[in-house]
């Protein structure tokens, strides 16, 4: 998993130049999402759905054909055979994401969830979780693991959601874990960056492990 995190990480690279680009991992990993969903994927998608401007999408796609990630026509880009593989090895590991309502556990206006498939033996506090999401904006964020089907906190058997078991049952069916998963929520006043900086947690235990 590291070799493919640090191809995304190759691909945001300056490439020689000393424009400083407005993307990163999190970014690429999440228009590899939207590509591995659509057949093709305008730039105009790409913006909107990267929160990126005209010139950072077509860096963007620059570096991802460069790769040989992508192709393009004029209906959109569309993953190659390199970048579909590389995209299911990833989502593999992070195959379901959702957004979770306040609660007692977290407590941001926006919170979104993301799995990290029989990773347990890469969280020892949930702080370098927590440092990395907040690098993107994260106003906070928690990891919880699945053990013995129940939620609980590195170094805590106690089921996080005793008290609360409409956001449990919210989890279980919206991310499906199984023994040994991870669970990272981060929170923000805006939802995109709860969602930019939770994929960036996500990405960053996976290279760091």
């Known amino acids: 998993m590291k070799k493919n995190i640090q191809i995304l990480q190759n691909i945001v690279s300056r490439k020689g130049s000393s ?34 401007g005209e010139g950072a999408v077509k860096t963007l796609i620059s570096h991802l054909k460069e ?4 192709e393009t026509t004029k209906s959109g880009s569309f993953l190659t055979e390199k970048g579909e593989k590389i995209s299911k090895q990833i989502q593999q ?21 993301i799995i990290l498939k029989n990773y347990d033996f890469s969280i020892k506090s949930g702080l370098e979780q ?31 959601f005793r008290k609360d078991e409409k956001t449990k049952k919210h989890i279980l069916e919206n991310l499906a874990p199984e023994e ?4 990272i929520i981060s929170s923000s006043d805006d939802p995109f ?15 760091t492990n």
Not at 139 to 155: A, D, H, M, Q, Y
Request: proline share 3%; net charge positive; glycine share 4%.
């Open 93 to 113: 590991v992070i195959p379901n994401e959702c957004k979770i309502k306040k609660c007692d556990l977290v407590i941001g206006k926006n919170n979104h969830a």
């Open 180 to 183: 040994g998963d991870v669970i």
């Open 19 to 52: 424009k400083v680009l407005t993307f990163s991992i999190p970014h690429v990993f999440k228009a590899l999402q939207l590509l591995s969903k659509e057949k093709f994927v305008s730039r105009a998608t790409f913006a909107k759905e990267i929160h990126l």
């Open 130 to 160: 927590r440092d990395y999401a907040v690098l993107y904006g994260s106003s906070g964020c928690t990891t919880i693991l699945f053990k013995e089907n129940r939620f609980v906190f590195p170094g805590d058997n106690r089921d996080c």
């Open 193 to 207: 960056v709860a969602e930019i900086s939770a994929k960036n947690s996500a990405l960053w235990t996976l290279a």
């Open 67 to 70: 790769a040989k990630m992508i």
